[in-house]
């Protein structure tokens, strides 16, 4: 079957850093589109970035210039390089498989930005 699994959640202090991975499995990765969203506590779901099987990249303007999508089809790995972190940034951090009309998603990792 199909799983996604993300890691690479942790606290970390303002200005910090963190790479998120999603690896996935049951699926031909390197045909899939890539996204990464964040869900913060009682708020919704909040698309991050894109990377297309073309490698095209699209990000949200909230974190546009601070994270970097990038994807390594020979380990079937996503990746979120999250630079200048803010508090903001705080939430579960999940990715996602999508390809027409098949979506799937990983369980999440959190993502503390605190001082």
């Known amino acids: 079957q199909v799983q996604l699994v993300e890691s690479g959640g942790d606290l970390v202090r303002p200005g910090g850093s963190l790479r998120l991975s999603c690896t996935a499995s049951?699926?031909?990765?390197?045909?899939?589109?890539m996204r990464w969203y964040r869900q913060a506590p009682g708020k919704q779901r909040e698309w991050v970035a894109t990377?297309?099987?073309?490698?095209?990249?699209n990000y949200a303007d909230s974190v546009k210039g601070r994270f970097t999508i990038s994807r390594d089809n020979a380990k079937n790995t996503v990746y979120l390089q999250m630079n200048r972190l803010k508090p903001e940034d705080t939430a579960v951090y999940l990715c996602?498989?999508?390809?027409?009309?098949?979506?799937?998603w990983g369980q999440g990792t959190q993502v503390t930005v605190s001082s």
């Open positions: 996602s498989a999508y390809l027409v009309a098949r979506d799937y």
């Open positions: 049951g699926i031909i990765f390197s045909t899939y589109h």
């Open positions: 990377i297309l099987s073309t490698e095209t990249t």
